[in-house]
C-alpha cells in the first residue's frame, strides 16, 4: 500500500518543483510576430523563418515586434555577502 502512494506523490513532487524553475514569456521576449488579422497576433517568434513556416498554408503576415526588448547579455555584477 505504501508504494502504491508513495509513486504517485514522487511524480507530483517532481511536476511541482519542474514548475517552479520556469519563467514566463511574454509578448516582449521574441522579436517577430504572424500577424494574422488586425486583432489576431502570435508574437512568439525568435526568426522571420519560424515565423513563415508557421503561417505557410494558413495565411497572415510576418511582421517585427513593436514591443520586443532584447535582454541585456552583460554579465552581472558581483555583489558582496
Not at 12 to 20: C, D, F, K, R, V
Not at 32 to 60: D, R
Amino acid at each position: 500500500m505504501t508504494k502504491t502512494l508513495l509513486v504517485p506523490a514522487l511524480v507530483a513532487l517532481g511536476l511541482l518543483a519542474e514548475g517552479g524553475v520556469a519563467s514566463a514569456q511574454t509578448y516582449y521576449d521574441y522579436p517577430w510576430c504572424a500577424a494574422y488579422s488586425p486583432s489576431t497576433k502570435n508574437c512568439g517568434f525568435k526568426t522571420f523563418e519560424q515565423c513563415l513556416a508557421t503561417i505557410s498554408g494558413v495565411g497572415g503576415i510576418c511582421e517585427q515586434n513593436p514591443w520586443y526588448r532584447p535582454r541585456s547579455t552583460a554579465p552581472r555584477k558581483a555583489t558582496r555577502n
